[in-house]
């Protein structure tokens, strides 16, 4: 297949959300990159009538071989991965109890939406006839998706009722007496 094509399908078939293909250039640089650790080798060049030249890429077997190792390591053990949002909660005191809750009220509104599209966009795909094996990843994002809103509710709620609260006073106090812990 030659870059455009993937390029498009991986659009096409909703997986731009699973792999970052914003920039039709980032497939291109893939593949040279694959082509230097020959993960894959030029099957065809070909080119038409006034066209830009078209070249058919082929896996080679050092790239099934490490495309097997990548895969059976990636669904096997969990790595670290650092998304923003954890960042951000670790840092959340920066914000008051009450802008905090609002900004998470926000962030749910737009996860609510997104497992709305999500779901409806699987819905689609099975209505259509695609085996529920090609959607599993969606399946996936659909559960954390579900599982974030459902936390952040009750991060809302905490904070809603004072159960979970800070002030700058308390934070100063905190920081005191951690401090004294850490040097004695």
């Not at 455009?4 to 990159?33: C, D, F, P, W």
């Amino acid at each position: 297949m030659h870059a455009y094509r993937m390029h498009e399908l991986i659009k096409q078939r909703g997986k731009a959300s699973v792999v970052n293909v914003a920039q039709r250039n980032s497939v291109y640089q893939t593949l040279e990159r694959l082509l230097r650790t020959e993960l894959i080798h030029v099957l065809e060049t070909s080119q038409q009538d006034g066209r830009p030249e078209r070249v058919i890429y082929e896996i080679t077997a050092t790239g099934r071989t490490t495309l097997h190792d990548w895969l059976t390591a990636m669904l096997a053990e969990p790595s670290s991965e650092f998304p923003e949002f954890p960042a951000a909660l670790a840092t959340i005191m920066v914000l008051s109890p009450q802008e905090a809750q609002a900004q998470l009220a926000l962030r749910l509104s737009v996860l609510k939406r997104q497992l709305t599209q999500l779901a409806d966009a699987t819905d689609a795909m099975l209505e259509q006839g695609l085996p529920r094996l090609f959607l599993i990843e969606d399946e996936y994002k659909q559960a954390l998706c579900k599982a974030e809103i459902s936390w952040i509710s009750s991060l809302i709620d905490d904070l809603s009722c004072g159960e979970i609260s800070w002030s700058e006073e308390w934070l100063r106090q905190i920081a005191a007496s951690f401090a004294m812990t850490s040097s004695g």
